[in-house]
């Protein structure tokens, strides 16, 4: 006896593959949705840049100082070096 069902019409077959396209989809989306931008009509100018009105900044001019170098310190004198002589008798 021959199934009456048609294997190739099963849908449970796929179920874990059709399962994760759709939480794919719906993961795609979502974060499509969550970074979406909007923007108010209201605050935006598409008038022409005026390059005549640019801020000119004065720079102050500063002066450094230079200090010379502080004089090296004197040469340490040499120890004195005392001789003894090893003449003792025990």
Not at 54 to 65: C, D, M, N, S
């Amino acid at each position: 006896m021959e199934p009456k069902k048609n294997s190739k019409a099963n849908v449970g077959r796929n179920s874990s593959l059709y399962f994760l396209i759709g939480l794919a989809l719906m993961l795609f989306l979502t974060n499509y949705a969550i970074n979406y931008k909007t923007y108010d009509k209201s605050n935006i100018d598409i008038g022409q840049l005026d390059m005549d009105e640019e801020l000119e900044e004065e720079i102050p001019i500063t002066e450094q100082i230079q200090t010379p170098p502080p004089p090296p310190p004197p040469p340490a004198a040499p120890e004195v070096i005392e001789i003894v002589e090893d003449e003792e008798e025990v």
